[in-house]
Every structure is written in C-alpha cells, then in structure tokens.
C-alpha cells in the first residue's frame, strides 16, 4: 500500500526525496518547495537515493553521474511504491515512454514553471490515494478571503473569476499580509525559478489582478522593489 501523503503543513508536511546533481537547479527549486510547505531531502547520486528513506514522493532526475536514471527508477519501483515523478531535460517521446512503463508516475520535462511542479506532485498524489492540502486551506484578509484547497476567492459574498496565475499571485502575496514580496522572488514561485523572460508580464498580471479585486489599492506597489497585499479598509 502506498504511503498516506494527505498530510498539512502544520503537521510536519510531505517529505519529498529530490534526486538532483545540479545545484543551479536544486537549490531554488528546493527552496521554493520548502515554502509551499513540503520537507525536502536532496540526494546528489543514484547510490544515495536508493539507500535513502522515510519520504512521501520522489523526484527524480535521470542525468545521475553513477547511474542510468532508468535504473534509478526501476529499482525504486521494485522495492517500495511510493510515488515517482521523474524531473529531467529528457524529452524524447521514447524516453518518457521507458519512464512511465518502469513505474514512473509521471514525466515532467525542463524547463518548466514552478507552479506546474507543484500542481503535478499534488495530481499524482490524488492519483495514488492521498491529498496535498495548503497551509490552512483559507487565507482572509477583511473582506477577502483566498481558498487555496479550491482555488476560489471572494470578496464578501462575490466570487471572483481569476486565471491559474493570477490566482497564484495573489495567494502568494496573501501569505504575508503586510509582507513586501521582491519581484524575482514572485516571478521565481509563481512563473519559474528559472525565469528569463521580461518582467512586463508580472505588471500586466498586477494590473489585471486589480481590477479584478475592485480596487487597486488591494495590491501596492514598493516602486522598482516588487508589491504587497493590504486591506483597502482597514484603519
């Protein structure tokens, strides 16, 4: 039987064994993880992985310096059934049919955002029974309230139509009320921790965002530095 992965933040989180030789790509993204509430184990081998233990989900680059990562993947998978969701810049169809059929339980290719990483580890864990749940499921502030488990939010009674990213924007900034969140550091959780395109985009999305809540002053801007969430009404 698979491990129970319906775990919250507050208790203790889910473990995730990341399987990754690159520092350029491991520390930002393990540090991302970390913030979205998961425990993250970082092994640098294929060696280490299989000797590793006591985690929820694996993550798994196939570019080992010791090992075929398809090997990797097989022995895991023939040893225990935790989840494995193979991470690697092997993008061939070939490849990703070799990963799934050795008991991968999904393939994601880089690049890729950060916020599909999250929804893909969230989605296989449906898929085996379980449930990532958000810190708290619901964030409020006055009259907004942000429901991060169904993705709705609403101010007062009304519902409001948001787009995947311009709800992860504002859930993000609705972790610290208050909080001034520096542009890389949003344009890193919500686009990509890799990101390397204009920054316009994250104004177009501010500004969308906005109209949206009713009232611009819901958002605020830190000139040249990047912007925080505040209740319009409070005194």
């Excluded at 203790?12 to 509430?37: F, K, Q, S, T, Y």
């Excluded at 309230?145 to 609403?154: A, E, K, L, S, Y």
Aim: hydrophobic content about 45%.
């Amino acid at each position: 039987m698979r491990p129970d992965i319906a775990k919250v933040r507050d208790g203790g989180g889910v473990h995730l064994l990341m399987v990754e030789d690159d520092d350029a790509i491991a520390v930002p993204m393990a540090r991302g993880l970390e913030r979205e509430g998961f425990n993250v184990s970082r092994v640098e081998t294929g060696e280490a992985a299989l000797a590793a233990s006591g985690y929820d989900l694996v993550l798994l680059d196939l570019g080992m310096p010791d090992m075929d990562g398809f090997a990797i993947c097989h022995q895991l998978r023939a040893r225990s059934d935790v989840p494995i969701i193979v991470v690697t810049a092997r993008g061939d169809e070939a490849d990703r049919v070799v990963g799934l059929e050795l008991g991968a339980d999904d393939y994601l290719v880089k690049p890729f955002g950060f916020r599909e990483l999250v929804a893909r580890i969230r989605a296989v864990a449906r898929r085996v029974g379980g449930r990532i749940q958000d810190d708290g499921d619901a964030r409020t502030l006055g009259a907004l309230t942000i429901d991060v488990r169904t993705h709705r939010v609403t101010i007062g009674d009304e519902e409001l139509a948001l787009t995947p990213k311009e709800f992860d924007l504002l859930a993000l900034l609705a972790e610290e009320p208050g909080a001034l969140f520096e542009r890389g550091t949003i344009l890193e959780r919500v686009w990509d921790p890799h990101w390397y395109g204009p920054t316009k985009t994250l104004d177009v999305h501010v500004a969308t965002l906005r109209k949206k809540l009713g009232n611009p002053a819901w958002v605020e801007t830190v000139r040249g530095v990047g912007f925080r969430l505040v209740d319009p009404d409070a005194g």
